[in-house]
C-alpha cells in the first residue's frame, strides 16, 4: 500500500566537536603524570639495568658497609658493601616481571569469563559457584605449595597469583558487564545478527574499561606487595641475586645498625605500589569521559550494488486455519509464557495466529499491555529472559523456526528477519560513529575489504534519505537527531538484506513531520528490497497508511484480524471499535472524543472468557463462562467476539 507525503526535508548536523586522545586527556591530571613517568622511568631503568647501573648487582666493597648516600654510591651500601641502587635496577626486574605475569594472567582469565556470564545464563550457572570455591581458598598456602612443587619458581608463584586473584576480578567485571547488556543497543546487535564474541569485544568490553583498569590497577599492586613479600622470606629470586624483597629484608636485619637501607628499598616498593593505584584510577576517570570510536578512514571504491530485491507477490489474507503456502511468516497458536509460583506459568500471549505474505505490510495494533511488541521479539527470537514459547509455531518460508537449535535461527537475525525498535537513540552504541556500527553490520554480511564495507555504509545511509552520508557517518549517536537516529536503525537493518522487517513503533518517538518521512522511506523500501513489513503501533493512522491487513491485540489475544479498510469501516470487535472511536484521526470535529473505560488487565488478572468483558458495553454472562475462540465473521475477517453478528447488523444498517 503506498501513500503520497509531503517531499523529504534534508537534516543538517552541527559539526562534531574535536575529541581529544586518551593520553591528552590524562595528562591533565597532575597525580596521573606523576605516576606515569615513574613506572615509565622504572620500566626503562629496569630494561637497560645492566647498561646504567653503576656497579654489578653481587659486586662487594667490605670498606664500605651500610654507608649512606654518597658520590661513590648514590643511594648507600648494604650490609656486605653491594651498591644498593645498583642492586635496585636489577631488582626490579623479577618484580616488574611477577607484577605482569600475575596481572596479565587475572585479566586473561576473568575479562572473558565475567563478560560470558553476564551475557550467558548457562555460564552465570555455572561460573558463580566456581567463583565462591576458588576464593575460599587460602591464597598464601597455594602460593606455598607452588613453590615448594616448583623449585621456588616465581614465575609459577605469579601464575597462581593470578589464577587467585581472577574470581575477584571476575566479579567486578560480571556486574559491570551486566548492567550494559541490559542496554537496549545490546539487544539491537543481536537483532542485527552479531554474534556474542563480536558484541563482547566491540560492545560491552569498551563501556567496562573503567572498572577492568582499577581492578587491574589493584592486582598489579597485590601482585608487587606478595612478590616482595616471597622475597623477603627467601622464597623467589635465589640470593644471592638482587630482589625488592630481599633489599627490604636485608634492611630489616641490619635495622639496629642503619635505618637507611630499609627505607630506601620500603619507599620504592611504597612508591610503586601508590602509582599503580593512582594510574589505575586515572585511567579509569580518563577512560569514562572518551567516547571514541574506531575512525576508518575512506578511499574511492567502486560502488557496489546494494540490496537483493525479491519477487512481490499479491498480499495474503492469512485468514484461514491452515498455513498459506504463499505465507513467509506463519504464526500459528503462540503462547508464550513467565514462570509462575509453585511450578506454574504466567502467560503473556495466547494462541496467537497471523500471516505475513512477501512484500506485505501487516500492522498490529493495540494499547500498550496487549502482547505487540512481545509477538514480534517471538518472531525474532528475542524473548526477554525466563520468557518461552510453549506453545504454537512459527513458520519461516515453510519452516518452524522454534524447532531449529539455537545458533541456526540467532544466524536469521539480521539476515532474513530484522528488527527497528521505537527507542532509536538507545539502539545505537554511543561508544562509536555512525558509520563504525553500519559498517559493522555490513561486515557481518559483506566478505569485502574495508574501503569496500565502508562504501557501502555510506550508500546504505544514502538509500534511506541521510543528506551529507558521508559527514553523519563520522559523527556520534548523541550528534544526531531522533530521526536521522531512526534512519540510521533502518540502515543497519538493510545491511543484512533481510526478507522480513519487524518495525516495533518506529515512528513514536518522532515528531509528525518526521513521522510521514519515515513511513515514506519504510514504504519506499520495501518496493524497492520486496521485504514484508510487520508494522506495530498503537496509531491507527499509521496502520492505515501502511498496512494491508492488520491484526488487532489485547490482553495477550488477537481479538480481530482482516483487511485494514474493511476493519476500519466495519469493526467486528467492541476493541476493534473502542479504539476507533477513540482515535483522533478519525473523530468528526466537534463530537466529544469516547474513550475506552478502564485499563488493560495485567496477565494474572485475565479472566477465563472474554479478557475485554470488563470493559464492554455488549458483555453478558455469557462472555464470561469460557474461553473465546477466533471465529470467522465473514471472509477474511476473523473476530474474538461471540457477538459479531450485532455489528454486522449495524454494519448492513450503515450505522
Same mark, same amino acid.
Given at each position: 500500500?503506498? +501513500?503520497?507525503v ?17 593520553l ?6 597532575? /597525580?596521573?603524570?606523576? *605516576? ?15 647498561a ?13 658497609i ?6 661513590? !654510591? ?5 650490609a ?6 645498583s642492586r ?11 607484577? /605482569? ?40 598456602a597455594?602460593?606455598?605449595m ?23 576480578m ?21 537483532? $542485527? ?20 583498569l ?5 592486582? #598489579?599492586?597485590a ?5 616482595t613479600?616471597?622475597? $623477603?622470606?627467601?622464597? &623467589?629470586?635465589?640470593?644471592p ?11 630489616? *636485619? ?5 635505618v ?12 610503586t605500589?601508590?602509582? +599503580? ?9 580518563? #577512560? ?9 578512514r ?8 546494494? &540490496?537483493?530485491?525479491?519477487? =512481490?507477490h ?7 486455519e ?12 503462540l503462547?508464550v *509464557? $513467565? ?7 504466567l502467560?503473556?500471549?495466547? !494462541?496467537?495466529? +497471523? ?12 494499547e500498550?499491555?496487549c ?11 528475542? /524473548? ?9 509455531q ?8 522454534l #524447532? ?9 537475525r539480521?539476515? =532474513?528477519?530484522a528488527f527497528v ?10 561508544? $562509536? =560513529? ?38 553523519? #557517518? ?10 536521522m ?10 545491511a543484512? !538484506? ?10 513514536t ?12 522511506? /519504510? ?5 524497492d528490497?520486496g ?10 493512522e ?19 484480524? &482482516? ?7 466495519h469493526?467486528s ?11 483522533? !484521526? ?10 475506552i473505560?478502564g485499563?488493560v ?7 477465563? &472468557? ?25 471472509d ?11 455489528f ?8
Amino acid at each position: 500500500m503506498t +501513500f503520497t507525503v509531503p517531499p523529504l526535508v534534508g537534516e543538517q548536523s552541527s559539526r562534531p566537536a574535536v575529541r581529544q586522545g586518551l593520553l591528552r586527556r590524562l595528562v591533565r591530571r597532575p /597525580l596521573a603524570v606523576a *605516576a606515569l613517568v615513574y613506572l615509565v622511568v622504572v620500566v626503562i631503568l629496569a630494561v637497560l639495568a645492566p647498561a646504567v647501573a653503576p656497579y654489578g648487582p653481587e659486586s662487594t666493597d667490605l670498606a664500605k658497609i651500610l654507608q649512606g648516600p654518597s658520590a661513590a !654510591h648514590l643511594l648507600g651500601t648494604d650490609a656486605i658493601g653491594r651498591d644498593v641502587l645498583s642492586r635496585l635496577l636489577f631488582g626490579a626486574r623479577p618484580a616488574l616481571l611477577g607484577v /605482569l605475569i600475575a596481572t596479565a594472567t587475572a585479566v586473561v582469565i576473568a575479562v572473558p569469563v565475567g563478560i560470558a556470564a553476564a551475557m550467558y545464563r548457562r555460564a552465570d550457572r555455572l561460573v558463580s559457584p566456581v567463583v565462591d570455591v576458588i576464593m575460599s581458598i587460602p591464597a598464601i598456602a597455594v602460593l606455598l605449595m607452588v613453590l615448594a612443587t616448583f623449585g621456588q619458581n616465581l614465575s609459577a608463584a605469579m601464575v597462581a597469583l593470578g589464577v587467585l586473584t581472577a574470581p575477584g576480578m571476575t566479579r567486578v567485571i560480571r556486574g559491570a558487564a551486566l548492567a550494559v547488556v541490559e542496554e537496549p543497543y545490546i539487544e539491537a546487535a543481536r537483532v $542485527f545478527g552479531l554474534r556474542g564474541p563480536a558484541i563482547a569485544a566491540r560492545h560491552v568490553l569498551p563501556r567496562i574499561i573503567g572498572p577492568l583498569l582499577v581492578n587491574g590497577s589493584l592486582v #598489579a599492586s597485590a601482585a608487587l606487595i606478595t612478590e616482595t613479600g616471597l622475597n $623477603f622470606l627467601g622464597l &623467589g629470586v635465589h640470593p644471592p641475586d638482587p630482589s625488592w624483597g630481599s633489599l627490604v629484608s636485608d634492611g630489616a *636485619a641490619a635495622m639496629d645498625q642503619s635505618v637507611w637501607l630499609l627505607f630506601i628499598a620500603g619507599c620504592v616498593v611504597a612508591v610503586t605500589v601508590v602509582a +599503580f593505584v593512582l594510574l589505575g584510577d586515572a585511567l579509569r576517570d580518563t #577512560a569514562a569521559e572518551t567516547w571514541s570510536g574506531r575512525r576508518e578512514r575512506t578511499r574511492p571504491e567502486r560502488r557496489q550494488r546494494l &540490496g537483493r530485491a525479491s519477487a =512481490t507477490h499479491a498480499p495474503t489474507d492469512g485468514a484461514g486455519e491452515g498455513v498459506d503456502s504463499d505465507a513467509l511468516l506463519a504464526v500459528r497458536d503462540l503462547t508464550v *509464557a $513467565f514462570p509462575g509460583p509453585s511450578r506454574t506459568t504466567l502467560e503473556v500471549l495466547q !494462541h496467537v495466529s +497471523f500471516d505475513v505474505g512477501r512484500g506485505e505490510t501487516v500492522g498490529i495494533v493495540g494499547e500498550s499491555g496487549c502482547g505487540k511488541t512481545m509477538t514480534g521479539l517471538a518472531v525474532i527470537g528475542m /524473548l526477554p529472559p525466563r520468557a518461552s514459547v510453549v506453545a504454537g509455531q512459527i513458520l519461516l518460508a515453510g519452516r518452524d523456526v522454534l #524447532a531449529m537449535p539455537r545458533k541456526t535461527r540467532a544466524r536469521l537475525r539480521g539476515g =532474513t528477519i530484522a528488527f527497528v525498535s521505537q527507542e532509536p537513540m538507545v539502539a545505537l552504541d554511543p561508544l $562509536f =560513529t555512525v558509520g563504525y556500527q553500519i559498517s559493522e553490520a555490513v561486515r557481518r554480511y559483506e566478505k569485502a575489504s574495508r574501503s569496500a564495507v565502508r562504501r557501502i555504509a555510506i550508500e546504505l545511509l544514502e538509500r534511506v534519505r541521510i543528506s551529507e552520508p558521508e559527514k553523519v #557517518a563520522k559523527l556520534y549517536p548523541h550528534e544526531i537527531s531522533g530521526g536521522m537516529a531512526q534512519r540510521v536503525c533502518i540502515a543497519i537493518a538493510l545491511a543484512g !538484506h533481510p526478507d522480513l522487517l519487524v518495525a516495533d513503533e518506529p515512528t513514536t518517538a518522532l515528531d509528525v513531520t518526521v513521522q510521514a518521512e519515515i513511513l515514506a522511506l /519504510l514504504a519506499s523500501l520495501q518496493r524497492d528490497t520486496g521485504m514484508a513489513i510487520i508494522l506495530i503501533s498503537h496509531d491507527w493512522e499509521v496502520i492505515r497508511r501502511m498496512s494491508a491487513r492488520a491484526v488487532v491485540m489485547y490482553a495477550g489475544q488477537v481479538v480481530e484480524r &482482516g483487511v485494514t479498510a474493511e476493519l476500519m469501516r466495519h469493526p467486528s470487535h467492541p476493541y476493534t471499535e473502542g479504539l476507533l472511536a477513540a482515535d483522533p !484521526h478519525l473523530a468528526r470535529p466537534g463530537t466529544r472524543l469516547r474513550t475506552i473505560p478502564g485499563a488493560v488487565p495485567q496477565p494474572e488478572d485475565w479472566p477465563v &472468557g472474554c479478557h475485554f468483558a470488563a470493559r464492554c458495553q455488549y458483555a453478558t454472562a455469557e462472555c464470561s463462562r469460557q474461553a473465546i475462540p477466533l471465529l470467522r465473521a465473514e471472509d477474511n475477517r476473523w473476530t474474538r467476539c461471540i457477538h459479531f453478528d450485532r455489528f454486522r447488523v449495524r454494519a448492513a444498517a450503515g450505522d
